[in-house]
């Protein structure tokens, strides 16, 4: 019997913060969705400081930015509305989901971040008449179960199915299989590739590299020379090569971070406490999940 290609979904919920804000607002009595309004997740109501740690769909037509400082979006957006982040909410939530996920599809699965995991599909697919059939049918139990939409990515390795994630949103299923790659990612600004962060994206346009197509077809060892390693990475994950598994068993961690790019320079004592608690917020929540604190 022949070997099955390997299949990875990337699933990933959309605008997650968000989401769960307004499904509790809603659950609590609130006529208004969060998700149908200018609306944003972060930063203090009174004082305005902070940072967006989530829009909405229609908040994000009026140019706002996810990291961006709070007082930025709201010379943006003058009426837009506010909700403080609600960390434990969207730990519950977040456990729900992988629990479903787990249970009724696949336990081979390697969590990410709050808001997204990797799923191995290949174990399972005999189940299936097909990966885009499964993966539609786990977006539909996500709504359905909970009433938030995700994103699924597939594709024969996870940086495909994540960029694949990260196409047209929300509640979408799509496909990007190697032989996809030239056609639907790269035409893609190099902004767009995963693990390409602006200064990266800045540098490589200055270089003339201005698309992932372009990234896919330079020399490798040109751009390990102005990238170090990170220069051979990111010409791999363009050209769709990413060797790493799902990681299903639970690793010991040797130590507990997070991180967060800002749009600009934080200088006011507010917004650095803003984003420093939100940080740490984050790391408390993964310490008592792995029984540390």
Known sequence: MADRKQIIFHIDVNSAYLSWSALEKLQNGSGVDLRTIPSIIGGDEKSRHGIVLAKSIPAKKYGIQTGEPVAAALRKC?????????H?????????????????????LEQVSIDECYLDFTPVSGRY????????????????????TVNVGISTVKVLAKMASDFE???????LYPEEIEEKMWPLPVSELFMVGGRSASKLERLGIRTIGDLA??????????FKSHGRLM?????????SPVVTQKQEAKGVGNSTTLSEDVTEPAKAKAVLLSLAESVSGRLKKAGQL
């Open 78 to 86: 003058p009426g837009l509305v506010m909700e403080p982040p609600d």
């Open 88 to 108: 434990k909410l969207y730990r519950q939530y977040s456990r729900a989901m992988i629990g479903l996920l787990s249970e009724e599809f696949s336990p081979d």
């Open 129 to 148: 008449p097909s990966p885009e059939a499964a993966a539609a049918q786990i977006r539909d139990r996500i709504f359905e179960s909970f009433g938030f």
């Open 169 to 175: 949103k929300p509640g979408k299923v799509h496909t």
């Open 217 to 226: 077809h330079a020399d490798p060892a040109f751009l390990t020379a102005h």
């Open 235 to 243: 010409w791999e994950y363009a050209n769709g090569i990413d060797p």
